[in-house]
């Protein structure tokens, strides 16, 4: 029991940061070819809607979300318990994430 108390590292906050970022790069671009196929390109069109993309956006948002959960569930698991402290940190930061990658997913 005398792990529990232990903190996580600055390094193993580094490497964190880092799979993290991996993380969610290749989330990103997964998603991104995923909801390819859905919403308009051109914004500019007179007549234009935006149930296409709202459907992208919720797609992307919902498949984001079980991608951070299962990562969440599956890391909960399988991380010594020293370092399990960082997982919700990095879980809350993804979920925040969600709506900083929708920018980029239109732009």
């Not at 996580?8 to 490497?15: E, I, M, N």
């Not at 993309?53 to 919720?58: A, D, L, Q, S």
């Not at 599956?74 to 879980?91: A, E």
Request: aromatic share 14%; net charge neutral; proline share 3%.
């Amino acid at each position: 029991m005398a792990d529990v108390s232990e903190k996580s590292s600055g390094g193993a906050l580094v490497v964190g940061f880092c799979w993290f970022v991996a993380f969610e790069v290749v989330a990103f671009f997964g998603l991104q070819y995923l909801t390819s196929g859905l919403g308009e390109s051109n914004q500019n069109q007179p007549e234009n809607t935006i149930v296409s993309n709202w459907v992208k956006t919720m797609v992307f948002f919902v498949a984001h979300l079980v991608l951070v959960i299962v990562a969440m569930l599956v890391l909960s698991n399988r991380l010594p318990r020293r370092h399990r402290g960082q997982v919700m940190g990095w879980f809350y930061l993804a979920l925040a994430m969600s709506f900083v990658l929708i920018i980029p997913l239109f732009g």
